[in-house]
């Protein structure tokens, strides 16, 4: 795309790449995930390619010529919101049970399975949700096999089926529901919980019975491959221009970094912003860390000023998020000039993004018609005449499938332990407009949390530890006077792709000292309060 052309902003697709790859890695012969809106559809994905067999998304919709290109070996049908009665209900090619391997649908997908080969579904009387207990009814089902007879798992549906098709029986119950159904010689499976979240016991065994016992796929995906074929589209994408890459400091950024150096050398700039809303300490840190740990060209530029004129006066989360993206891209594009200026020969065309699938999934329809959480910076909060193509990739991998690819390219582990940040910063944990004042409570009362994360030695062992500024003020009584100040909420959740996520039980020790500290250090902070939710159905972030 020209720097003239006003388009929307280009993305790669990991199917794509690989396909550019020319046999590097076969993205045939594996299974194919259909997406009914589920906001766990590429989590199955992501588990079938744990199992090292390769794994595609396509929307519902999808056609079965697009289908039958992948030469699929197995079909799973997603989750998804809806209910299969719904005017505007998701649906599939009815005919994607007539190509002759084996479907597994779950929860949705079962509902979507049993209601069009003639089965009931009907509203719950009592909608499950969260955790449940499976009990197995079937010793001789292929899915379930090597698995005891009861299995804690985890639930998210209101509809459940009442009647199954002809030629199904039941394999497992929960006390409310039929949890599991199969047509053994049709191979058709159905399961009413969630086998791919954490919270399911057992569920990647359940989910490798399918994709081996069932559909006897055979291995042909690995991180290795992975590498390779992605630099070797990156490198025909890029041809005959330059980039620049968004660098954050975390993961992400710096293993696509990585991954386009390796494609285009010196043709790529990385560029650092200090946007105002960064972690204590964390702009010139991590400047430092990126050019001498990293060894990559990296410009860093201060635009604190810029960013917090922008935010002044808002509120709304979704408005902070575009706002702080759109602010990126005029500093992105502004660098771009000055780099092609310097350069005096080939034109920066390209934007290097650390962008995740959950970032994707939680933000915009991408694949098929998921329905939005909130709108990521660097996917919904995008403009739309962007003056750069997209390089993204790492679009269609969770996080610590990059954490592996980073150990791969030999990243340093400091910076692949290091806890996710999000994109617009301390802008969405500062609740309500955002202003430097708040920001000089904020960071303090952050950088303590985290000090007493490590110093308990659970820094490596959590999904991620900080604190949020609430627009709450309470009562107090400090020095014998009495205060009116205001409250901060620590959060620090255990997770393995952010999809999912449970609230760390710290040691009360640990809980005490952080209150403490945050209470004695930091101004005008007269109360702390520990987050207990987990996700879902909260979000990690607040905003």
């Known amino acids: 795309m020209s720097p003239e052309s006003g388009a929307a902003p280009k993305k790669t697709s990991g199917v794509r790449q690989l396909e550019d790859a020319r046999g590097m890695l076969s993205t045939r012969h594996g299974i194919v995930v259909l997406d009914f809106g589920g906001q766990y559809t590429q989590l199955i994905a992501r588990r079938v390619r744990e199992q090292q067999v390769f794994s595609a998304i396509l929307p519902c919709t999808a056609t079965l010529d697009e289908i039958r290109a992948l030469e699929p070996v197995g079909i799973v049908l997603s989750g998804g919101p809806s209910s ?99 047509d053994s010689a049709r191979r058709y499976y159905g399961v009413e919980f969630h086998p791919e979240v954490n919270h399911t016991e057992r569920g990647r065994d359940i989910l490798e019975n399918f994709v081996f016992q069932i559909c006897g796929a055979k291995k042909n995906w690995n991180r290795a491959g992975f590498i390779a074929a992605t630099v070797d589209a990156i490198r025909k994408q890029a041809e005959g221009a330059r980039a620049i890459c968004a660098l954050s400091g975390g993961v992400d950024s710096a293993v696509a970094a990585a991954l386009v150096h390796r494609a285009i050398g010196g043709r790529l700039t990385n560029v650092f912003v200090n946007n105002g809303v960064l972690r204590q300490n964390e702009y010139e840190d991590t400047l430092e860390l990126l050019r001498k740990r990293l060894g990559l060209n990296v410009i860093g530029v201060d635009a604190t000023d810029r960013f917090l004129e922008q935010l002044k006066g808002v509120t709304d ?171 901060v909420a620590v959060r620090v959740v255990e997770s393995q792709d952010a999809m999912t996520a449970d609230w760390t039980r710290l040691p009360t020790d640990v809980l005490e000292r952080i209150s403490t500290r945050i209470v004695n250090e930091v101004a005008g902070v007269n109360r702390v309060v520990y987050d207990i939710s987990s996700k879902p159905p909260s979000t990690i972030e607040w905003e």
Request: aromatic share 6%; glycine share 10%.
């Open 84 to 182: 299969v009665y719904d005017a505007n209900a998701p649906v599939c090619d009815a005919n994607v049970l007539r190509l002759g391997v084996p479907v597994l649908g779950i929860c949705y997908g079962m509902q979507w399975l049993a209601h069009n080969l003639g089965g009931k579904v009907v509203p719950a009387i009592a909608r499950e949700y969260g955790r449940a207990q499976l009990d197995i009814e079937s010793k001789d089902s292929k899915l379930f096999s090597g698995l005891p007879e009861s299995l804690k798992i985890w639930n998210s549906h209101g509809d459940h089926v009442t009647g199954l098709p002809e030629g199904f029986q039941i394999t497992g119950r929960t006390d409310n529901a039929v949890a599991a159904m199969e």
């Open 317 to 487: 989360p979704e408005q902070k998020r575009k706002r702080i993206g759109a602010e990126f891209i005029a500093i992105f594009a502004d660098e771009a000039r000055k780099v092609t200026a310097a350069s005096n020969d080939l034109p920066v065309k390209f934007l290097v993004q650390g962008t995740l699938y959950p970032d994707v999934i939680e933000s915009v329809s991408v694949k098929g018609p998921s329905q939005t959480i909130k709108t990521h910076h660097n996917v919904g909060g995008l403009p739309a005449d962007m003056p750069f193509s997209l390089i993204e990739p790492l679009r269609d991998l969770f996080k610590d499938e990059v954490r592996q690819i980073g150990r791969e390219l030999g990243l340093p582990e400091e910076i692949l332990v290091k806890h996710p940040f999000p994109g617009p910063g301390l802008a969405v944990r500062i609740l309500g407009e955002v202003t430097r004042e708040k920001l000089e409570t904020l960071r303090p009362a952050d950088a303590i949390v985290v000090e007493e994360v490590r110093r308990a030695g659970l820094y490596e062992k959590v999904w991620q530890a900080f604190a949020v500024l609430l627009p709450v003020q309470s009562v107090g009584v400090m020095g014998d006077g009495r205060t009116y100040g205001t409250t």
